[in-house]
């Protein structure tokens, strides 16, 4: 028999808004979680890039299985109504600017009075405090001011942008683990708290390899490394040509190195005190990717990556957008599924990446149109009659 999913019985009051916050209550909600998704007039700004083309796919695909409901928090009404919520909730997460809250008069402190046992979770730029708090933050900014875009490009080029939303995505899920461990606290004391996460901090770490080099040049600014090993430690690490596009190729350790020569035919230099450890073959870099590029320019992406999985050599091929979507081991898994979505037709939603033994994944249900559950929100949860609802759909409230 199914166990339920972990978050079942927990309910989020969600003022996500873009990537960050809509992606940890995703999370939340794909975990069993109730997530009411509380929008103003017109709908959160990720919802009105549908204008653009395909850009109603991001909202799609991170507000599945949510509860679609609308509130109007500049207005005193819509203001009660938030703390009724948050009495009979378990979570709030938001993401708006630092302070955006507290001025609406809704922010931590003075939640907490409202439900001692809430934990609210809250998604910034830069945090709550120290002298970047007030800075403008999107993905695009935070990727400047943490470095990534520094270490992003080739050497001899300008920097670029991350091709994915890391900052974002990185900060959501920071968020989804600051809440979980709120929330295991609070099965301890009975008390809620507090979960701020930095975009900028949540996507530190991953400039490991990066900081490594920075390091070990005593201070100095290392140049980009391309597709290279970011502290430019590993060879060979790179992406080599095909006759069809390109192949990733890492060796991580000796036994991948020569596994790599064996299907290469290229055994004899085994014994090449050029590449006899990894620092003779970083010291050898460009020796390197010139050797493994012209035995990769000799085949297609497939024959190779089947040649060299026989050899057990870490690779993968390059593979554009329409190869992952329609990614067989992906649709296999449940992780990727084609829904016929009620607004934006025939599209390709993801379920969350956290697996549960014992609990089946649930159904992906799509996203909706602004408002879509008021009546069930306000009526069956809150308790609110027809003629309130009306009196507040009068009073521009929802």
């Known amino acids: 028999m199914s166990r339920p999913l972990p978050l079942a019985g927990v309910t989020v009051v969600d003022l996500?808004?873009?990537?960050?916050?809509?992606?940890?209550?995703?999370?939340?909600?794909?975990?069993?979680?109730?997530?009411?998704?509380?929008?103003?007039?017109?709908?959160?700004?990720?919802?009105?890039?549908?204008?653009?083309?395909?850009?109603?796919?991001?909202?799609?695909?991170?507000?599945?299985?949510?509860?679609?409901?609308?509130?109007?928090l500049k207005s005193e009404r819509g203001r009660e109504l938030f703390k009724t919520m948050v009495s009979r909730a378990d979570v709030v997460v938001e993401n708006f600017a630092p302070g955006a809250m507290d001025r609406l008069g809704l922010g931590y402190?003075?939640?907490?009075?409202?439900?001692?046992?809430?934990?609210?979770?809250?998604g910034s730029g830069y945090g709550r405090s120290g002298p970047n708090r007030n800075y403008p933050a999107m993905d695009l900014t935070v990727q400047a001011m943490a470095g990534i875009m520094s270490v992003t490009g080739f050497p001899d080029r300008p920097p670029v942008k991350a091709g994915p939303a890391l900052c974002d995505f990185f900060g959501g899920t920071h968020l989804y683990a600051g809440i979980m461990t709120a929330l295991f606290e609070r099965e301890r004391t009975g008390l809620?708290?507090?979960?701020?996460?930095?975009?900028?901090?949540?996507v530190y770490a991953s400039l490991a390899s990066n900081l490594g080099l920075h390091y070990g040049s005593q201070g100095s600014v290392p140049a980009r490394t391309g597709n290279r090993h970011?502290?430019?430690a590993e060879a060979p690490y790179n992406v080599y040509p095909t006759?069809?596009?390109?192949?990733?190729?890492?060796?991580?350790?000796?036994s991948h190195w020569k596994s790599l020569l064996t299907a290469m035919k290229h055994e004899h230099l085994l014994t090449d005190a050029r590449y006899a450890d990894l620092k003779s073959r970083v010291e050898h870099m460009d020796e390197i990717d010139e050797l493994v590029g012209g035995f990769t320019s000799g085949h297609s992406k497939q024959t190779l990556f089947n040649l060299l999985m026989e050899h057990r050599v870490p690779c993968a091929p390059v593979r554009n957008l329409d190869e992952v979507v329609n990614d067989v081991h992906m649709h296999d898994r449940g992780a990727l599924e084609w829904v016929d979505h009620p607004m934006y037709g025939r599209v390709c939603l993801m379920r969350s990446p956290l697996r549960f033994e014992g609990s089946q994944a649930l159904p992906i249900?799509?996203?909706?149109?602004?408002?879509?559950?008021?009546?069930?929100?306000?009526?069956?949860w809150l308790g609110?009659?027809?003629?309130?609802?009306?009196?507040?759909i009068d009073q521009e409230v929802i």
Request: glycine share 14%.
């Open 16 to 72: 996500g808004q873009i990537y960050n916050g809509p992606y940890c209550s995703f999370m939340l909600a794909m975990a069993g979680a109730r997530v009411i998704k509380i929008e103003a007039k017109g709908g959160e700004h990720l919802r009105k890039r549908s204008v653009v083309g395909g850009a109603a796919l991001p909202f799609a695909m991170l507000n599945s299985n949510k509860t679609f409901a609308t509130l109007n």
């Open 230 to 232: 970011g502290g430019l």
């Open 192 to 202: 809620g708290r507090l979960v701020e996460v930095s975009m900028q901090e949540a």
């Open 384 to 392: 609110l009659s027809d003629a309130q609802l009306q009196q507040l």
């Open 243 to 254: 006759t069809d596009g390109h192949i990733a190729i890492i060796c991580v350790g000796e």
């Open 109 to 122: 402190e003075a939640m907490r009075q409202v439900n001692p046992r809430l934990v609210y979770g809250a």
């Open 365 to 380: 249900k799509p996203s909706g149109e602004i408002g879509r559950d008021n009546q069930e929100v306000y009526g069956q």
